[in-house]
């Protein structure tokens, strides 16, 4: 690794921190030594209709994996998030939403969204909707997708959102697969500037099931759309005869809240299930420490809500928190490249959460890529979704705010429902490239192959020692799977799937998923590593770095690299970059092919599908599977075409 500088805690930070770090170390000891007693407390995140007595209820023995919180607990989620707020704070704003085209933005209140919700409660109910039903949400970045969310929460029925970018094969199996009687969609979305046929998309997918009774349709743009009586209502129509008042559900700590499905290394997605006491304090306390959000702050999260970065960071965590949430439906780059820049001067953003890709695919425009946007207002960063190199993390800071402010890396996972391993800004001294330290309650380890405990600055499989309310609870309708997943390969530990290295200093960085861990020649490495070492070269903007099959070595290296503007990739270039990489990680990791990517295939969340780059490394792309969920399919032609490996 190249020389990493550690950014000391800012003082003045840390004075106005809800932890510095003698705060927070004790509150770790004791999360770790009496955990009963510290999240008995904790518990006083949320507001209670029964007071839970029973805290923890936890086993990752095998043949018993199970998994409670708060078990004797009562309460209702959109209560927390809304109704506890309305007698005090009701005018505050809760969702700030800015619409694709920068002249679209809506500013609603608590008080507002409270009453679109019960109306909307009252809707799904007169639908037939009831609780324990699982109700499919497949939306543009609106608010009345928060607005379905929540109605689903305080009905008791339980949501599973399906990102807006997935193909109409793809919302089948996941609607089938939860047998989910009601969807919520639009007629279209809104994306860069594009139209996205989400009703058209519906209809393909649910033509052969018999499980969907009713479809609910928004109107976005307004568009036709085909059209099916019984089945389909819109939703104008719905709220607009629907009572503003409604009781909440009263929900047990353990009844589920929702389903989200996330792809596995094999076989079909698997619909995670989270819980609603022991979840909703975790996605309570992660935003409020983490993010270090006051009273006032203006918090944008630049993720969709189909992702579990949504459900935790734009809704759940900062509504809970009675935070005042940025809701975008746009893209970084549209209309121009200085879009994010231009939202947070706009609505004097506070803290800033968003995705390596999206940094680094900004980074390649230069230092002057906001513009002149005042970012004045920035108070704190966030890292989300997959390691950030720290060429990158230096330029967020010094392009995002005035050099100063401070990064939050987080590490964590869908199956975790928030944040695991990350820095606090007050208490918590930060390395660019590392996730730091673990959050309250979070004891992770790291076991070589066999499982055995590693102790020290070393590197390994990455697991967590024992549970934490956040954890999902299983796989809808597949506990024995979730077991296999999770708790099979390693026993009595949760195993994240991926591989990490332990600092002297106890920090933890993630290396990539264990299947993204190469093996050269008997040597280990993370592709997260030697991807970090190509974007440190002036001319590298992105990359992504695969293992394919070698004679000689076992797995090459094998590197598609996209380069900032006015580069060209040479042959002179290529020794450059493999010079550039022995010289900053050693021989065994220099390339055995570099290939120009003038894109790489990212679903329409910026995730880089490396089933696809393995396949055309291998020489081996003649069944690429489903490419229907990339943001841009043609980058694949291009890359088979001028595949090195032939």
């Known amino acids: 690794m190249s020389d990493i500088k550690t950014y000391p805690i800012d003082a003045k930070v840390a004075a106005n921190s809800w932890a510095d770090s003698n705060t927070r170390a004790a509150m770790y000891q004791e999360s770790i030594?009496?955990?009963?007693?510290?999240?008995?407390?904790?518990?006083?995140?949320?507001?209670?209709?029964?007071?839970?007595t029973t805290i923890k209820q936890t086993s990752f023995a095998p043949g018993n994996v199970d998994i409670k919180w708060y078990a004797d607990g009562e309460l209702n989620v959109a209560a927390n998030c809304l109704d506890r707020h309305l007698s005090?704070?009701?005018?505050?704003?809760?969702?700030?939403?800015?619409?694709?085209?920068?002249?679209?933005?809506?500013?609603?209140?608590?008080?507002?969204?409270?009453?679109?919700?019960?109306?909307?409660?009252?809707?799904?109910?007169?639908?037939?909707?009831?609780?324990?039903?699982?109700?499919?949400?497949?939306?543009?970045?609106?608010?009345?997708?928060?607005v379905a969310m929540l109605a689903c929460a305080r009905i008791g029925a339980v949501h599973s959102v399906i990102f807006g970018g997935f193909s109409p094969e793809a919302i089948s199996g996941r609607v089938a697969g939860a047998n989910s009687n009601i969807i919520i969609t639009a007629d279209e979305g809104i994306r860069g500037g594009r139209s996205i046929p989400l009703k058209g998309n519906v209809d393909q997918a649910i033509a052969n099931l018999d499980c969907v009774e009713k479809v609910v349709v928004v109107k976005r743009t307004g568009s036709d759309v085909a059209w099916q009586a019984g089945r389909d209502v819109w939703y104008e129509d719905i709220?607009?005869?629907?009572?503003?008042?409604?009781?909440?559900?009263?929900?047990?700590?353990?009844?589920?809240?929702?389903?989200?499905?996330?792809?596995?290394?094999?076989g079909q997605p698997k619909g995670l299930q989270h819980t609603s006491g022991g979840y909703l304090v975790w996605a309570a306390l992660t935003h409020k420490y983490v993010f270090d959000y006051k009273p006032g702050?203006?918090?944008?999260?630049?993720?969709?809500?189909?992702?579990i970065t949504g459900h935790s960071y734009i809704i759940y965590g900062p509504l809970a928190n009675r935070a005042t949430t940025l809701m975008f439906e746009g893209v970084p780059n549209y209309p121009t490249n200085a879009r994010f820049g231009e939202v947070i001067a706009k609505h004097k953003v506070n803290q800033f959460y968003t995705a390596p890709t999206a940094i680094r695919a900004l980074m390649q425009h230069g230092d002057d890529v906001l513009g002149d946007a005042d970012l004045t207002s920035i108070k704190l960063l966030g890292s989300v979704g997959e390691p950030i190199n720290p060429e990158a993390w230096e330029w967020y800071r010094k392009v995002f705010s005035d050099g100063t402010a401070p990064i939050v890396d987080t590490w964590w996972q869908t199956e975790t429902g928030g944040h695991m391993i990350t820095p606090l800004p007050g208490s918590i001294a930060t390395k660019p490239g590392s996730a730091t330290l673990p959050f309250f309650g979070v004891q992770p380890a790291l076991v070589d192959n066999d499982g055995q405990l590693i102790e020290g600055a070393a590197e390994g499989n990455l697991v967590i020692l024992d549970s934490w309310p956040g954890q999902a609870r299983s796989i809808w309708g597949n506990h024995q799977r979730f077991e296999?997943?999770?708790?099979?390969?390693?026993?009595?530990?949760?195993f994240t799937g991926d591989g990490a290295r332990r600092d002297e200093d106890g920090y933890y960085w993630i290396t990539g998923?264990?299947?993204d861990v190469l093996n050269v020649s008997g040597h280990r490495m993370g592709t997260a590593e030697i991807e970090s070492a190509?974007?440190?070269?002036?001319?590298?903007?992105e990359a992504a770095v695969v293992g394919y099959p070698h004679d000689i070595k076992g797995q090459g290296i094998y590197c598609y690299v996209t380069l900032k503007d006015g580069y060209k990739m040479t042959d002179e270039l290529k020794v450059e970059l493999r010079n550039w990489v022995r010289?900053?990680?050693?021989?065994?990791?220099?390339?055995?092919?570099?290939?120009?990517?003038?894109?790489l295939p990212k679903t329409r969340s910026g995730k880089i599908m490396r089933r696809i780059l393995r396949k055309i490394a291998a020489n081996d792309y003649a069944e690429l599977g489903d490419t229907s969920t990339l943001a841009d399919p043609s980058v694949v032609n291009d890359l088979i075409d001028n595949r090195c490996n032939r």
């Open 239 to 266: 709220v607009a005869t629907a009572s503003d008042q409604h009781t909440p559900e009263v929900m047990n700590a353990e009844d589920p809240l929702f389903i989200l499905y996330t792809s596995g290394s094999t």
């Open 484 to 494: 296999e997943t999770y708790f099979s390969t390693f026993e009595n530990v949760y």
């Open 33 to 52: 030594s009496d955990s009963e007693a510290f999240w008995h407390k904790q518990a006083g995140m949320v507001d209670w209709i029964k007071e839970p």
């Open 88 to 146: 005090a704070y009701g005018d505050e704003i809760a969702i700030i939403w800015e619409g694709d085209d920068p002249a679209d933005n809506r500013h609603i209140s608590y008080r507002e969204l409270h009453a679109q919700v019960c109306k909307f409660s009252n809707a799904l109910l007169a639908q037939g909707a009831k609780k324990g039903d699982v109700i499919t949400l497949y939306m543009p970045m609106i608010p009345e997708a928060a």
């Open 534 to 541: 190509l974007v440190a070269h002036e001319a590298t903007s």
């Open 513 to 515: 998923r264990v299947d």
């Open 583 to 599: 010289a900053d990680i050693g021989p065994i990791a220099a390339p055995d092919f570099i290939q120009l990517a003038p894109g």
């Open 297 to 307: 702050d203006i918090y944008w999260c630049t993720a969709d809500v189909g992702w």
